[in-house]
């Protein structure tokens, strides 16, 4: 996710995106990311700490929840569809079965070890198997990065492409706004009046 970004930064200033863009954008519910990440965290290390998994179900659906929300007040806000719809994914696979579901094959192609999910050490994740409800929707996308490899799920993958669309093209909002309506068509036909005047 992290390398998602850094590299829709990069394009985004490559492309000469304005980050004014970002202090000028308008966004309605912000308090309800502030509870998202606050209850996900919450549940995650309720999890980690009472080994009990329930915890990060429920905090990652309240999370999701209050995500979705803020998701529904901004959808005319680009990216915010792909990162609403990935949210629900992971919520959804997360709540039928107590836990994150993770391939044993991606993980094995991935370098990740499963050691601490097979010992019961990590209530937050499962070994998808037969009984594993929507297991395709689960951590079945190896990503072998060389420094911090990682399976994902496919809600992960839409949450990455939305922020990815979010910063590019709130990047480029600031721009848009100032360049003429028309952009190169208006420039040329400015030209061509000018030199027909002059003629």
């Excluded at 980050?19 to 549940?43: D, N, Y």
């Excluded at 391939?103 to 499963?114: E, N, P």
């Excluded at 040329?188 to 003629?199: D, G, K, V, Y």
Aim: aromatic letters at 4%; charged letters at 15%.
């Amino acid at each position: 996710m992290l390398v998602v970004v850094v590299a829709a930064g990069v394009v985004a200033t490559l492309t000469r995106g304005e980050w004014r863009g970002f202090a000028e954008l308008q966004l309605r519910a912000k308090s309800l990311v502030v509870a998202a990440v606050a209850v996900q965290v919450a549940g995650a290390a309720l999890a980690d700490h009472t080994g009990h998994g329930w915890c990060y179900s429920v905090g990652l659906a309240t999370s999701a929840a209050c995500a979705l929300g803020f998701c529904l007040a901004n959808l005319r806000v680009a990216g915010i569809p792909l990162v609403a719809a990935g949210l629900v994914l992971n919520a959804l696979v997360v709540a039928r079965n107590g836990a994150m579901p993770v391939s044993i094959v991606a993980a094995h192609r991935a370098g990740v070890s499963i050691l601490s999910i097979a010992t019961g050490n990590d209530p937050r994740h499962t070994i998808a198997g037969i009984g594993s409800v929507w297991r395709s929707l689960g951590d079945v996308i190896p990503v072998p990065f060389p420094v911090a490899p990682e399976v994902v799920s496919p809600g992960d993958v839409l949450v990455a492409a939305g922020l990815a669309e979010f910063i590019v093209m709130t990047s480029r909002r600031r721009r848009d706004a100032d360049q003429p309506a028309g952009g190169d068509t208006f420039h040329a036909s400015h030209a061509l009046s000018t030199m027909a005047r002059r003629s």
